[in-house]
Every structure is written in structure tokens, then in C-alpha cells.
């Protein structure tokens, strides 16, 4: 719209001008504050006074990737206390009945120069109720990894 289709009374009185001049100098004073706060964070940086990681919170959307993984974990925890603790299963055709079940699922980090890596670690066991029973403890990026490697490593590690 043209300034000629603004009538007198819809342009503010001199008490709300004086009220929009304060929000806008307030404005301007906190970003000139934070333009200046953010150049003595640069030169801090670049003398080695501060870490760069403290630019990462100024990102609007940074993934939280721990709280992701925390989320992943949970609810693969609550699918596996829903669902029977044993798998039957036989493999080798040798007429037995093997059970599989997860003892121990957890969540673990590793400290790497870029941040933080997120696994997780899984000890399982396997047995055929009649003597032989094989445990085994591994790694994964994934629930699902770490469980099926866990399994696999019990049943390479059956003992009487």
C-alpha cells in the first residue's frame, strides 16, 4: 500500500512513536552488544584462549544426537521386555532346542577428537537347556548390530 492510502488515524500518536523509537534503540543496542561479544569470542578463538565449540550453540538446529540414540535405546529396551526373553531357534538340524536370550544392553561413548561417537554394547547367551551354553559381548553402532553380533559371537563360544 501507498503512504497516500494511510489516513491520519491509522498512524500512531506521538506516545506509541516515542514507545517503537525505545524498542528499536534497545534493539539496536543489544545487537551491537552481541556483535561485539561475538568479535571478542573470534579473537579469543584465534588466540587460543577458547575453544571453537562455543560458535555450535549460535546453530538453530543442531541435532542432539545423544538424546536421539537415548530415545533409540529406550524404546528398543521396552520392545524387548514386551516381547518373550528367549528365542528358540535350530540351526544346525541336530533335533535340539536352542535358546537365545540378551542379558545386558548398553549405551556407551567414545571420546573422539570431533565430539562424541555413540555405540552400543550387548552381552547375549545361548543354550539348549542340556548342557551347552555359549555367552557372548559386542559392539555396535546400532541396537541391532550389536545385538546380532553378541549372538553370534555365544554361539562361536558354546562350552559344557
Known amino acids: 500500500?501507498?503512504?497516500?492510502?494511510?489516513?491520519?488515524?491509522?498512524?500512531?500518536?506521538?506516545?506509541?512513536?516515542?514507545?517503537l523509537d525505545q524498542y528499536v534503540s534497545s534493539a539496536e543496542e543489544f545487537l551491537a552488544a552481541e556483535a561485539e561479544r561475538k568479535a571478542s569470542a573470534e579473537k579469543m578463538v584465534m588466540d587460543g584462549e577458547l575453544s571453537a565449540d562455543v560458535f555450535a550453540e549460535e546453530l538453530e538446529e543442531l541435532p542432539d544426537m545423544e538424546r536421539d540414540f537415548a530415545e533409540d535405546f529406550n524404546s528398543a529396551l521396552a520392545a524387548a521386555a514386551n516381547e518373550d526373553d528367549s528365542v528358540p531357534y535350530d540351526d544346525d538340524d541336530d533335533g535340539e532346542n536352542w535358546q537365545e536370550r540378551i542379558l545386558e544392553l548398553n549405551r556407551v561413548t567414545k571420546v573422539v577428537k570431533g565430539g562424541k561417537l555413540m555405540g552400543f554394547r550387548c552381552t547375549a547367551i545361548v543354550g539348549n537347556g542340556n548342557g551347552l551354553v555359549g555367552v557372548g559381548c559386542q559392539a555396535g553402532r546400532e541396537v541391532a548390530v550389536a545385538a546380532k553380533r553378541a549372538i553370534t559371537d555365544a554361539r562361536r563360544n558354546v562350552v559344557r
Open 1 to 19: 500500500a501507498a503512504l497516500d492510502d494511510f489516513t491520519e488515524e491509522d498512524m500512531p500518536d506521538e506516545e506509541q512513536l516515542a514507545i
